[in-house]
């Protein structure tokens, strides 16, 4: 059951500024509740129900958003960097304000399915180590792949850790100088795909993730873009 707040503090926690700057702007008659000017900045509402407007912009308010990228490489899967574009500089200012975060990481030049959020739970959930979940990726590599690599996949493969890497798959497509396959790992160490084809002999070109637990890329959205998990997407991730 929702609860009513103070309008500067619900504000606030989007991300529309500081709780003196949310002031000067209601007194200024920046914000509207079902309409009406306010300019008490201690009325409570509750913002599940009213109508908030924020210099005639609607608010949508939810506790937490949800978003699916398709990563583009040359881009780095962080919040913010002082030398290179960040996923979350290619998500709009509406959702900027919830402030979101990718969950695990994409190497730079790493293209694929990302999840930003700001739920810190289910980010938890499915970074786990405990929970295994299941990452999926579109592999090129230099050099020709056959059962030997998929036993060796099957079986962990010591790529320079205390522990070798648990139990993955190898579905090989084409094997060729230059080969296409398809790898699932349960685990997420630093550049670990790199390093498990490294670890054979073998160099990954193109690496790009297309799916995460059952939650699969969405195939219309192209480099860059993003869209907003469906609520089923979202209960497939938290189960």
């Given at each position: 059951?929702?609860?009513?707040?103070?309008?500067?503090?619900?504000?606030?926690?989007?991300?529309?500024?500081?709780?003196?700057?949310?002031?000067?702007?209601?007194?200024?008659?920046?914000?509207?509740?079902?309409?009406?000017?306010?300019?008490?900045?201690?009325?409570?509402?509750?913002?599940?129900?009213?109508?908030?407007?924020?210099?005639?912009?609607?608010?949508?308010?939810?506790?937490?958003?949800?978003?699916?990228?398709?990563?583009?490489?040359?881009?780095?899967?962080?919040?913010?960097?002082?030398?290179?574009?960040?996923?979350?500089?290619?998500?709009?200012?509406?959702?900027?304000?919830?402030?979101?975060?990718?969950?695990?990481?994409?190497?730079?030049?790493?293209?694929?399915?990302?999840?930003?959020?700001?739920?810190?739970?289910?980010?938890?959930?499915?970074?786990?180590?405990?929970?295994?979940?299941?990452?999926?990726?579109?592999?090129?590599?230099?050099?020709?792949?056959?059962?030997?690599?998929?036993?060796?996949?099957?079986?962990?493969?010591?790529?320079?850790?205390?522990?070798?890497?648990?139990?993955?798959?190898?579905?090989?497509?084409?094997s060729n100088?230059?080969?296409?396959?398809?790898?699932?790992?349960?685990?997420g160490k630093?550049?670990?795909?790199?390093?498990?084809?490294?670890?054979?002999?073998?160099?990954?070109?193109?690496?790009?993730?297309?799916?995460?637990?059952?939650?699969?890329?969405?195939?219309?959205?192209?480099?860059?873009?993003?869209?907003?998990?469906?609520?089923?997407?979202?209960?497939?991730?938290?189960?």
């Open positions: 059951m929702s609860k009513k707040e103070r309008i500067d503090k619900i504000l606030a926690n989007l991300g529309y500024g500081s709780r003196k700057d949310i002031k000067k702007n209601i007194k200024s008659g920046m914000v509207k509740v079902n309409n009406e000017v306010i300019k008490n900045n201690s009325i409570k509402i509750d913002p599940y129900k009213e109508n908030i407007k924020f210099k005639n912009k609607k608010i949508n308010y939810r506790k937490f958003i949800y978003l699916m990228l398709n990563k583009p490489s040359g881009v780095i899967s962080a919040t913010e960097d002082n030398h290179s574009k960040t996923v979350i500089d290619l998500i709009d200012d509406e959702y900027k304000a919830f402030n979101p975060f990718p969950v695990g990481r994409l190497d730079k030049d790493t293209e694929g399915l990302l999840i930003l959020t700001n739920d810190g739970d289910l980010a938890h959930k499915l970074l786990s180590p405990k929970k295994h979940v299941d990452k999926k990726y579109y592999v090129k590599v230099e050099g020709y792949l056959d059962e030997n690599d998929k036993t060796a996949f099957k079986e962990g493969l010591d790529i320079g850790e205390k522990n070798i890497t648990l139990p993955a798959e190898l579905d090989i497509k084409k100088e230059i080969s296409e396959c398809y790898v699932i790992i349960r685990e630093f550049h670990q795909i790199k390093r498990m084809f490294i670890s054979l002999g073998k160099k990954v070109i193109y690496l790009k993730r297309i799916s995460m637990g059952n939650v699969e890329l969405d195939s219309n959205l192209k480099l860059g873009e993003y869209r907003e998990l469906t609520s089923k997407e979202i209960d497939i991730l938290n189960r």
